[in-house]
């Protein structure tokens, strides 16, 4: 008998910051998803709009300012296990570097390997499952 424990479902905030023809990605070190490549970003703090998540975590992630912010989609995206299961809204920003200058920093090292700007029809294997999906389903965050 397989038992399952639910929680409530979370909202998480990840952007796609854009470099030219390249997105900035980091290897996780998580139990959910380790060693996958991620999208910077993390969980919406109460009464937070997306832009002040996306931009706080950003910060807290890479020590990078981001600029012209933009909605580009959300995912529902259930992750099921025998013993625990995990429900995740993600929201799905657009940025740009506030100071082209900058360079990223890996300031989390307990939850990421480091990062890295890879291009978009490029991307390193293997992917965190959300940005999988969506990368399968034609998602691209590079202006048309």
């Known amino acids: 008998m397989v038992i399952v424990e639910a929680a409530a479902p979370k909202v998480v905030v990840v952007v796609c910051l854009l470099r030219g023809n390249r997105v900035l990605l980091g290897r996780r070190r998580s139990s959910l998803g380790d060693s996958k490549f991620s999208l910077p970003g993390g969980h919406l703090e109460f009464g937070e709009s997306f832009e002040e998540c996306a931009t706080r975590e950003m910060k807290e992630e890479t020590g990078l300012d981001i600029d012209n912010l933009e909605f580009l989609t959300v995912t529902n995206n259930l992750f099921i296990d025998e013993t625990k299961s995990h429900h995740y809204v993600v929201i799905c920003m657009r940025a740009v570097l506030a100071d082209h200058h900058q360079q990223p920093q890996n300031i989390e090292p307990d939850f ?28 691209n965050p590079f202006p048309v």
């Open 112 to 139: 990421c390997d480091g990062w890295g700007w890879y291009e978009w029809d490029n991307l390193p294997k293997p992917l965190f499952s959300p940005l999988e999906k969506a990368v399968r389903a034609g998602f």
